[in-house]
Each structure stands twice: as structure tokens, then as C-alpha cells.
């Protein structure tokens, strides 16, 4: 029996497709299960580069930290800390019942206070990372606040410093920036429903990248002032990437002076 040339390369094609098949599935396979090490970009000297503008989606944290259900004027939302419990000591508990019931005059945002550490991270504002080898400078679009993660081996300041944002020195842990924030004031909260801390909060933050567009933020709280034991709270980030994207204004405690001008 004679094959024609014609039904050799039809032959010849069908033969080849389970080779292309089997080459393309190993192709995705290899990018589903390539390293997260390999997702990420990187500066010139190998770290993770988490530079950019990063937001969190939502603004059902800023609201409560906590399981949720919605309120007039406030999303439901789930929780950030993890397994959904705060370790409030009894006298501390009451507190942030009173704190919430007097939230409207009480709060820190009433009094267009800066959010503190970590909350200004998952307020609904963006804020821009510009990482350098001695520092990560976090400028955030509240209020115009700045943060100086320092990485460059120095400790932190003797004595105690009453700081809204504390004081941050930071180190890379294999591909997570890990930061130590200390000497803290006592006049922010986690959230807009009473959830507190005292001067001596201390704050352990990881920054994770786990591809090139996501940020794993974890953030430790201590405070044996106030809690029985540390919590731990962890949300992700996303890259902005809207073209001619930049942080715009908002100054909180202008808008309070607005009935001073007509």
C-alpha cells in the first residue's frame, strides 16, 4: 500500500501534537511552580524591590480590624487580625467599648490625628515606597506623612520618645523586610472602633512580596500595657498601576478650618 506525501506530513503533524501539548504543559506547569524568588523584581543588590505605590482594596479595616457587620455609613468587611480575637486585658476591654461608644467626639479622626503604626497601611489612601540600600522611605498620601525605615544596621534611640509613628529599623530576613518600631505616643488607634493602644506599643511589620504586584503585610503588636499577649494582624497590598498614577492631597486638619473661610 502506497502512502502519499501529502497523508505523511498530515501523519508527521498528529505525531507531532502530543510533543507540543507535552511541551506547553510543562511550560505552565514550570510557571505555576517556579519559586516565589523568581516572581519577584529585585534591586541591583538582590533584594526584593518593593518600590512603588500600594494600596490596600477597601476601606473595611480602617472601620474595624475585626469581623464586621455593615452600619449605616460603615462596610462590612472581615477582619485583618488573625483568628479575629484582640487580647485586651479586662480594664482594656472596657476601654475600647467606651472608646466605641464615644467614637464620633473620642476618636483620633475627629481630631484629625495621624493614624499611627500599622493602620496608616491599610487606611484607603495609597502611599509610595522608595527603597534604597540604607532606607525605605514610605510617603503616604494622609496627611503627607513619611516614614523612615532605616536599614542600615543603626538601633534605636536610648530613653523612650513619644512618636506618632515611632521609630523604625529595619533588616531583610531572606526576602521579607522586616521592621522594629518602638517609642510610640499613646493618642492613635487600629481603627475607626475603638481598638487602642498605650505608649508602649511595639510593632514588628513584615513585607513580603509575593509576586510582582503583591505585598504580604504582616504586622506583631505587643503591648503589656493593654494586651495578654502579642496579635498579629495581615493583609495584602496592591501595586497601583494606572498610568501617570501619584499621590494627591489630603490634609485632614484643614477641613476643620473650612467654616473659619467663607
Known amino acids: 500500500m502506497e502512502i502519499s506525501v ?5 501523519l508527521g503533524l498528529f505525531l507531532a501534537i502530543p510533543v507540543l501539548l507535552t511541551a506547553a ?12 524568588s523568581n516572581q519577584v523584581p529585585r534591586t541591583a543588590d538582590g533584594k526584593p524591590n518593593i518600590s512603588g505605590f500600594w494600596q490596600v482594596i477597601g476601606s473595611a479595616a480602617d472601620w474595624n480590624i475585626q469581623d464586621h457587620s455593615a452600619e449605616k455609613g460603615i462596610p462590612g468587611g472581615q477582619g485583618i487580625v488573625v483568628g479575629n480575637e484582640i487580647p485586651y486585658q479586662p480594664w482594656a476591654l472596657e476601654k475600647k467599648k467606651t472608646n466605641y461608644e464615644n467614637r464620633a467626639s473620642v ?12 493602620r496608616l497601611n491599610y487606611t484607603p489612601f495609597p502611599f509610595q515606597i522608595v527603597q534604597t540600600p540604607k532606607e525605605v522611605a ?17 538601633e534605636h534611640p536610648a530613653g523612650h520618645i ?3 509613628l515611632g521609630d523604625s ?38 513585607y513580603t512580596l509575593t509576586d510582582a504586584d503583591h505585598i504580604d503585610y504582616e504586622a506583631t503588636i505587643e503591648d503589656p500595657k493593654v494586651f495578654t499577649k502579642p496579635w498579629k494582624i495581615d493583609v495584602i497590598l496592591y501595586r497601583h498601576k494606572e498610568k501617570n498614577f501619584q499621590l494627591l492631597d489630603y490634609e485632614g486638619y484643614a477641613f476643620d478650618f473650612e467654616k473659619y473661610y467663607p
Do not use: M
Open 6 to 10: 501529502s497523508k505523511l506530513k498530515v
Open 25 to 36: 504543559t510543562r511550560s505552565i506547569l514550570a510557571q505555576k511552580t517556579a519559586p516565589i
Open 107 to 118: 476618636s483620633p479622626d475627629a481630631k484629625s490625628f495621624v493614624p499611627g503604626v500599622p
Open 138 to 154: 514610605v510617603l503616604y498620601e494622609y496627611v503627607h506623612a513619611v516614614r523612615h525605615l532605616y536599614t542600615n544596621g543603626t
Open 162 to 164: 513619644d512618636w506618632w
Open 169 to 206: 529599623r529595619g533588616h531583610w530576613e531572606g526576602d521579607s523586610l522586616v521592621v522594629d518600631v518602638t517609642d510610640f505616643n499613646d493618642q492613635s488607634w487600629f481603627d475607626k472602633s475603638g481598638n487602642f493602644h498605650s505608649d508602649a506599643l511595639h510593632v514588628v511589620e513584615r
